[in-house]
């Protein structure tokens, strides 16, 4: 058991109440309310409130009514319910356990398809040795559990490589799951998983994250730049994704003379196999355009993990991570700084979307190696001197497998690292099975509303695109432009035109800027009121 010798006179926090930690006093019981540690249980009508008892053997009781549980854990740890509506963390400099209450009623997934697909590439990845898989009983109720180790990863400080993780079926609808990492195996973990206790639901869980700046050096024309384009004041602007350029600008330029419209920022992807695309910047910023720089730590060709296999792409987020990729990363950082002019750079969007090679679903679950790797990249480039770097963190809307380990906020690297929130969310339309028609009202203006309330931040919608197939693509687009205009915090909007194909070739999901007449009326009409 790890534990510390707590002075029984003090009441030690060991998190800021910034933070929602806590850790509770010898002979006295604390409260969470709102994310927060409070003087007492005293709430209003709608807050989240967890308390925290001493209940003897150097331990804590845990009780999240919202969530429908208790759970007692070592008392030393810090506590984090700032992100109750998906889970709480307990902590300290050797293990992380973190708790999730998933509830699937009015969805088609069961308990059973939770830990059966969940913990599919657990099991598969060449780098983790799993060393049980069973059954057991946690106060009456069916719970399976698994632990497995890999090897500590030499680019992230205090790394954790051994897991248990532990899920607890009340019913096919509803489980709770203790997932714990630490770096040497913990010895106590059975005792703290065997402690979860299911008690009644009352109230309803929050999110209640703090709001801070990012912290990223910005050169003088850098700064200008993100204040001109992201500043409270800056207008809605308009990029694009066209797939020859930056590189080559003439199709961009027929696309504009037709939509009388010059669009101020272009969407460029890069994979690892990729060349540095050191003309493209340079060709858009000659022509008064700035880039979205998207990286994404794959190799080109095998992209999609769910349509392909790829041995070197499976195992790629712990190559990095192992320095493996360190020559490749100060070079990069490198050639950023000899450009020297501003550029949104996305580092590896949609992680929360199984399709992507760096989602959790393929590291065992652990979110935090997605952060890791974030945190890493940007100390390469701050040691290189990038300056001129803007960090877009973009997740996807819906996150698939749509669990709590795998939510979006999960891979939020945090507010410091981060300078703009990127938001993606299409209209896929109905071509492929199980996808439906979204207007812009149902994606939009929830994910906007829930974005302005967590980050203190500027909003842009980094790609997204409306298909042509179930509905009407150039109404759509009437409609995206009105309600586009009430939601101020985004300040630049960039349209993907290009199409999705199935399997077999055809065209599934087109999402062309220019595919009929009147979707270019439609485009036309509307670009006329936002700036170029």
């Given at each position: 058991?790890?534990?510390?010798?707590?002075?029984?006179?003090?009441?030690?926090?060991?998190?800021?109440?910034?933070?929602?930690?806590?850790?509770?006093?010898?002979?006295?019981?604390?409260?969470?309310?709102?994310?927060?540690l409070?003087?007492?249980?005293?709430?209003?009508?709608?807050?989240?409130?967890?308390?925290?008892?001493?209940?003897?053997?150097?331990m804590?009781?845990?009780?999240?009514?919202?969530?429908g549980?208790?759970?007692?854990?070592?008392?030393?740890m810090?506590v984090?319910?700032?992100l109750?509506?998906?889970?709480?963390?307990?902590?300290?400099?050797?293990?992380?356990?973190?708790?999730y209450?998933d509830?699937f009623?009015g969805?088609?997934?069961?308990?059973?398809?939770?830990?059966?697909?969940?913990?599919?590439?657990?099991?598969?990845s060449?780098r983790?040795a799993v060393?049980?898989?069973?059954?057991?009983?946690?106060?009456?109720?069916s719970?399976?559990v698994?632990?497995?180790?890999?090897?500590?990863?030499?680019?992230?400080?205090?790394?954790?490589?051994?897991?248990?993780?532990?899920?607890?079926?009340?019913?096919?609808?509803?489980?709770?799951?203790?997932?714990?990492k630490s770096?040497?195996?913990?010895a106590?973990?059975?005792?703290?998983?065997?402690s979860?206790?299911?008690?009644p639901?009352?109230?309803?869980?929050?999110?209640?994250?703090?709001?801070?700046?990012?912290?990223?050096?910005?050169?003088e024309?850098?700064?200008?730049?993100?204040?001109?384009?992201?500043g409270?004041?800056?207008?809605?602007r308009?990029g694009?994704?066209?797939?020859?350029?930056?590189?080559?600008?003439?199709?961009?330029?027929?696309?504009?003379?037709?939509?009388?419209?010059?669009?101020?920022?272009?969407?460029?992807?890069?994979?690892?196999d990729?060349?540095?695309?050191?003309?493209?910047?340079?060709?858009?910023?000659?022509?008064g355009?700035?880039?979205?720089?998207?990286?994404?730590?794959?190799y080109?060709?095998?992209v999609?993990?769910?349509w392909?296999n790829?041995?070197?792409?499976?195992?790629?987020?712990?190559?990095?991570?192992?320095?493996?990729?360190?020559?490749?990363?100060?070079?990069?950082?490198?050639?950023?700084?000899?450009?020297?002019?501003?550029?949104?750079f996305?580092?590896?969007?949609?992680?929360n979307?199984?399709?992507?090679?760096?989602s959790?679903?393929?590291?065992?679950?652990d979110?935090?190696l997605?952060?890791?790797?974030?945190?890493?990249v940007?100390?390469?480039?701050?040691?290189?001197?990038?300056?001129?770097?803007i960090?877009?963190?973009?997740?996807h809307?819906?996150?698939?497998?749509?669990f709590?380990?795998?939510?979006?906020l999960?891979y939020?690297p945090?507010?410091e690292?981060?300078?703009?929130?990127?938001?993606?969310?299409?209209?896929t339309?109905?071509?492929f099975?199980?996808?439906?028609?979204?207007?812009?009202?149902?994606?939009?203006?929830?994910?906007?509303?829930?974005?302005?309330?967590?980050?203190?931040?500027?909003?842009?919608i980094t790609?997204?695109a409306?298909?042509?197939?179930?509905?009407?693509?150039?109404?759509?687009?009437?409609q995206?432009?009105?309600?586009?205009?009430e939601?101020?915090?985004?300040?630049?909007?960039?349209w993907?035109?290009?199409?999705?194909?199935?399997?077999?070739?055809?065209?599934?999901?087109?999402?062309?800027?220019?595919?009929?007449?009147?979707?270019?009326?439609?485009?036309?009409t509307?670009?006329?009121?936002?700036?170029?």
């Open positions: 058991m790890i534990r510390r010798l707590l002075s029984l006179a003090v009441i030690v926090c060991l998190a800021a109440a910034l933070e929602g930690g806590a850790a509770a006093q010898a002979n006295e019981r604390q409260y969470i309310v709102n994310g927060r409070a003087a007492g249980a005293a709430a209003e009508p709608g807050d989240d409130v967890k308390s925290i008892e001493p209940s003897g053997a150097g804590n009781l845990y009780t999240d009514p919202a969530n549980y208790s759970i007692r854990y070592p008392a030393h810090t984090d319910a700032a109750s509506a998906v889970r709480t963390v307990f902590s300290d400099e050797q293990t992380r356990i973190e708790v209450y509830q009623s969805a088609s997934t069961t308990a059973d398809d939770y830990i059966q697909y969940g913990n599919k590439f657990v099991k598969a060449p983790h060393t049980a898989d069973y059954w057991t009983e946690v106060s009456g109720y719970t399976h698994l632990k497995w180790a890999r090897q500590p990863l030499a680019r992230v400080p205090d790394d954790r490589p051994n897991y248990v993780c532990a899920e607890i079926v009340k019913n096919s609808r509803e489980v709770y799951t203790v997932f714990i770096r040497e195996p913990l106590n973990a059975g005792e703290i998983i065997a979860l206790r299911i008690v639901r009352q109230g309803a869980a929050r999110n209640d994250k703090d709001l801070r700046p990012s912290a990223t050096a910005f050169s024309e850098t700064r200008s730049f993100y204040h001109q384009y992201f409270v004041g800056a207008p809605q308009w694009i994704f066209e797939p020859s350029a930056p590189q080559s600008m003439n199709r961009l330029g027929e696309l504009e003379d037709q939509l009388e419209h010059r669009f101020a920022v272009l969407l460029h992807y890069q994979m690892f990729d060349y540095f695309p050191v003309y493209g910047l340079q060709n858009a910023y000659e022509n355009r700035y880039v979205e720089l998207t990286l994404q730590t794959t080109a060709g095998e999609n993990a769910l392909q790829s041995s070197r792409n499976l195992t790629m987020v712990y190559d990095i991570l192992d320095g493996k990729y360190d020559d490749y990363f100060s070079d990069y950082a490198r050639k950023l700084k000899e450009f020297g002019h501003p550029v949104l996305r580092l590896n969007n949609e992680m979307g199984d399709w992507c090679w760096y959790a679903y393929y590291t065992g679950k979110t935090e997605y952060k890791a790797l974030w945190r890493y940007q100390a390469v480039f701050e040691r290189n001197g990038v300056d001129n770097v960090w877009v963190w973009n997740p809307d819906r996150s698939l497998p749509d709590k380990w795998n939510n979006y999960m939020y945090g507010d690292c981060v300078d703009v929130i990127g938001l993606t969310g299409y209209n339309g109905n071509y099975p199980g996808e439906t028609w979204r207007e812009f009202a149902e994606i939009y203006p929830p994910l906007y509303n829930e974005s302005v309330r967590l980050f203190d931040k500027p909003l842009m790609e997204f409306s298909n042509s197939a179930g509905g009407d693509k150039a109404a759509w687009i009437g995206m432009f009105r309600q586009l205009k939601l101020d915090r985004i300040k630049v909007a960039v993907w035109s290009g199409v999705d194909y199935d399997r077999e070739g055809r065209p599934g999901r087109v999402y062309l800027i220019d595919e009929n007449d009147e979707v270019v009326k439609a485009f036309r509307g670009l006329k009121d936002f700036a170029q």
